[in-house]
């Protein structure tokens, strides 16, 4: 037992108990390429397995902000790991690339093996609805650092994807049509938004809102774990050529959807032609937070958005469908720089 490090607030034993409790969550992600157990320096993945042609990598890495503290206030933390795993997984998939393994990053102010534990099984289960192993990671307790009971965490993602069917968004032309995903809610972004709202209108994360799920608390509404298209989208990818592909995160519609352009190019979305969640309606009341400014921030219910021919999005819609996933032809791609939202 290391007596000093545990009067300097770190606790070796927990640590070591940590571990002992993720390894099942660890294992369960297990898929062809893996060839290390936890527990190593780093982790390994055999690339050479998966047969893949001219392979490229694409990496991504991210956390999930401030909706760490509705986590805390509700003190609810086995979504939270969906979320950090859902922001990278959906970003390698934006350029076409199957997310292959991730590791994740905890610092923690006091070491609680159970809400570690409860962490990492949202990571694990994020990790098998992407196909993602997970390979590796760390715990780091930080006391000093992190208040007791507080915590972040980051994520790091890995994908492949065959160089012929890299998407960079150099194939996008006018005319072609934008076919939004269905969000679950808020996902990971505009979190510190959020929680002035709530803090500025005195809203009760513990209570029901008529507005929202009858069924669920605020709270609950907004730890809804942020949606994972890995599965239906490469099913798409294999049957449709697809442009270009946006992940609606951080910056809405006006900053992500440009991403997928090429210079000269714009975007024109028709409001109507989707739904939005009643969560956007329910912040924007009682934000008073202007309506076009609602999708420069949040993503509005479409968390994804797939660009592609015309001719080529009912084919997409059917095997999307397949998934339980539902989308809608949003809008297209403009000869003209900006983004038009039509209400």
């Known amino acids: 037992m290391a007596n000093s490090y545990e009067k300097a607030g770190v606790n070796l034993e927990a640590g070591y108990e940590v571990v002992r409790r993720i390894k099942k969550h660890v294992a369960s992600t297990s898929r062809l390429g893996v060839t290390s157990d936890i527990g190593s320096f780093g982790g390994l993945f055999d690339l050479a397995a998966l047969n893949v042609e001219d392979p490229i990598l694409v990496a991504g890495t991210d956390g999930v902000g401030t909706k760490l503290k509705i986590a805390f206030a509700m003190d609810r933390h086995d979504t939270i790991g969906i979320d950090a795993v859902a922001m990278c997984v959906n970003d390698v998939l934006a350029q076409g690339a199957e997310p292959l393994f991730f590791l994740d990053y905890i610092a923690i102010g006091k070491n609680d093996p159970a809400k570690v534990e409860a962490i990492v099984s949202g990571i694990a289960a994020g990790c098998r609805q992407a196909n993602c192993a997970l390979i590796g990671g760390e715990t780091a307790e930080m006391p000093g650092m992190y208040h007791e009971g507080e915590y972040d965490i980051a994520g790091f993602a890995?994908?492949?994807?065959?160089?012929?069917?890299?998407?960079?968004?150099?194939?996008?032309?006018?005319?072609d049509v934008l076919l939004g995903l269905e969000s679950s809610g808020v996902h990971s972004n505009g979190f510190s938004l959020v929680r002035k709202v709530v803090a500025d209108r005195g809203l009760d994360l513990n209570q029901r809102y008529e507005d929202l799920d009858p069924e669920k608390t605020l709270g609950e509404v907004l730890l809804t774990p942020t949606n994972i298209y890995v599965r239906e989208v490469l099913a798409v990818?294999?049957?449709?050529?697809?442009?270009?592909?946006a992940h609606i995160t951080g910056g809405g519609f006006d900053?992500?959807?440009p991403r997928s352009l090429q210079p000269g190019q714009g975007i024109f979305v028709r409001e109507k032609s989707f739904e939005t969640l009643p969560i956007f309606r329910f912040l924007e009341e009682h934000g008073q937070i202007g309506h076009r400014e609602m999708f420069n921030?949040?993503?509005?219910?479409?968390?994804?958005?797939l660009i592609l021919q015309e001719k080529d999005a009912p084919k997409a819609q059917e095997i999307l469908k397949s998934f339980g996933r539902k989308s809608w032809v949003i809008g297209e791609v403009t000869d003209k720089e900006g983004v038009i939202i039509e209400p």
């Open 255 to 257: 900053e992500n959807l």
């Open 237 to 245: 990818l294999k049957e449709v050529e697809v442009h270009g592909i």
């Open 158 to 175: 890995t994908g492949v994807v065959s160089r012929s069917k890299l998407i960079d968004g150099s194939k996008v032309a006018p005319g």
């Open 297 to 305: 921030i949040f993503n509005m219910g479409i968390g994804m958005v």
